[in-house]
């Protein structure tokens, strides 16, 4: 293996370390901001905490996730591999969870949240599901 591709492994992983430790804290934040007054001192330091955790963190790991994954694909030709076609399937399921808690966000931006915070504990456990999916195929690589 060339050093080259070992350092685009290795930034990947530091990726979705720092992407899945927004998925798996910003669902545990709106579990907190669920339980306050609308309008709170307390709701409105939520918003900020949230903010400042999806744009400074997922989002710009979340494309270097992607930027590193596809690239180590191409290289190590991965396409091919079945277990390839159900980590990008997990991927997508991830990515649209993503996409779903950005627009939840803008939701508690705006005092328009109207889920409970049973619901966002529920929410919480998704991303951890996934990832134990994506592990265990990247590992054992299964036909």
Known sequence: MDQIYLWIKALHIIA????????????????????????SQQSETF???ERRLEVA????????????GL???VKGDFF??????????LVFLMTGIYFYLISLRFH???????????FYRVL???????LIG???????KPN
């Not at 963190?57 to 590193?68: E, F, G, K, Q």
């Not at 091919?80 to 399937?89: D, E, G, I």
């Open 16 to 39: 979705i370390i720092a992407f899945m430790a927004g998925m798996l804290y910003l669902p545990r934040l709106f579990v907190y901001h669920a339980g306050t007054e609308k309008g």
């Open 124 to 130: 919480n456990e998704l991303p951890t599901l996934l």
């Open 108 to 118: 508690f931006a705006a005092d328009r949240n109207v889920h409970s915070p049973k």
């Open 47 to 49: 918003k900020v905490m």
């Open 57 to 68: 963190i997922m989002r710009p790991a979340i494309v270097l996730v992607y930027a590193t």
């Open 80 to 89: 091919r591999a079945a277990w390839m076609n159900w980590k990008f399937f």
């Open 71 to 73: 690239t180590l694909a």
């Open 134 to 140: 994506i592990v265990i195929l990247v590992v054992v």
